[in-house]
């Protein structure tokens, strides 16, 4: 069972510039990971005696683009 929650917000518009802006994005994932039913080589359920491996409860992502107006285009920073 689990459940993710995503979202952007362009914070600032045109501040250094015509064309400019400031923008966040961020991710949160929770995770409930366990085995139902596990058999292992003896027909023994050990469902209870397992667990999922490299797999976080909780997961999280802060990000943002900062652009500016540069010659005939944008200049773009992208932070993860």
Same mark, same amino acid.
């Given at each position: 069972?689990?459940?993710?929650?995503?979202?952007?917000?362009l914070?600032?518009? $045109?501040? /250094?510039?015509?064309g400019?802006?400031?923008?966040l994005?961020?991710?949160? =994932?929770l #995770?409930?990971?366990?085995?139902?039913?596990?058999?292992?080589?003896?027909?023994? $359920?050990v /469902?209870?005696?397992r667990?999922?491996?490299n797999?976080p409860?909780l997961? =999280?992502? #802060?990000g943002?683009?900062f652009?500016?107006?540069?010659?005939?285009?944008?200049? $773009?920073?992208?932070?993860l």
């Open positions: 069972n689990g459940i993710e929650f995503e979202g952007n917000a914070v600032a518009r $045109d501040f /250094a510039g015509p400019s802006r400031f923008s994005n961020w991710s949160l =994932g #995770l409930d990971a366990k085995f139902n039913t596990f058999i292992d080589a003896f027909g023994q $359920d /469902a209870s005696q667990v999922f491996q797999t409860d997961t =999280g992502h #802060l943002f683009t652009g500016v107006p540069a010659a005939s285009g944008n200049l $773009d920073l992208i932070g």
